[in-house]
């Protein structure tokens, strides 16, 4: 039998090299842990697309400038999740618009934290400083 696969735009929104972060709540896919923004993509949506309307769901701003960073495919037991990491940075006052349940963490302590396997290579890689010039 072969595995769903699920595209999900990630956005890796960044300030000052501290990136955005939220919490999966239990009852989604690799619960109770964090997460960076975005989503699944709907049908007929670019991944970038999907990274705008997700932020302004989940975050409540408005971005329009997103540079794809990565693409990253990860098979667990039951799905294959293909991951297209954008990113984009966000000036203070857009910074000061944000709110819980979304927190920022710099970058080189990402890996403190507690993500989906799928986000390995990009913790990995955020806190090498590998998506910024």
Known sequence: MSKTEVNV???LIVCE??????????EQHQGNKNEFPGGKLEHGETPEGACQR????EVGIQISDWQQVDFIQHE???????????????DAMQ??????PWFW????QI???NFPKANDVILKRLSEGKYFQ
């Open 17 to 26: 090299k501290s990136v955005l972060v939220g919490w999966r709540g239990a």
């Open 111 to 113: 890996q403190t934290l």
């Open 76 to 90: 667990y037991d039951d799905v294959i999740v293909n991951l297209y990491v954008h990113l984009s940075e966000v």
């Open 54 to 57: 997700e932020i302004f769901e």
């Open 105 to 108: 963490v710099e970058c080189h």
């Open 9 to 11: 735009a990630i956005a």
């Open 95 to 100: 910074y000061a618009q944000i709110k819980a």
